[in-house]
């Protein structure tokens, strides 16, 4: 799998961002997929997850501000952040989800995530 995941940047405390994730070689309507972020010194999180029937769930820390969704026809996968905060801040990745996914990487680091792109730095300040 090779994605490219755009849509980082930096931007002031209460800002928005949109970041995409498009995988070539890989069909993206076919697996559970999540959003996954690692700040400096903290361990890789999962921030938030799609079904392939469309339900998605959120880390207590964004729930309400970020909005996760997948347009298959573009095989694309989203994050619309809003009124961000500096506790936001970290890179970015996105990739397929599963419970043992999610061990792995906070196991591991979202470096495990690798083959789907190098992920996308967010900075916000204060």
């Known amino acids: 799998v090779q994605a490219e995941v755009s849509g980082g940047g930096s931007v002031q405390a209460g800002g928005s961002l949109t970041l995409t994730c498009a995988p070539s070689g890989f069909t993206l309507e076919d697996p559970d997929m999540g959003w996954y972020r690692q700040a400096p010194g903290n361990e890789c999180e999962l921030v938030s997850s799609i079904s392939r029937d469309g339900t998605t769930n959120y880390s207590d820390s964004v729930k309400g501000r970020f909005t996760i969704s997948r347009d298959n026809a573009k095989n694309s996968l989203y994050l619309q952040m809003i009124n961000l905060k500096p506790e936001d801040t970290g890179v970015y990745y996105c990739?397929?989800?599963?419970?043992?996914?999610?061990?792995?990487?906070?196991?591991?680091?979202?470096?495990?995530?690798?083959?789907w792109g190098q992920g996308t730095l967010v900075t916000v300040s204060s």
């Open positions: 990739g397929a989800y599963n419970k043992d996914i999610v061990v792995l990487v906070t196991t591991v680091g979202c470096n495990a995530l690798d083959e």
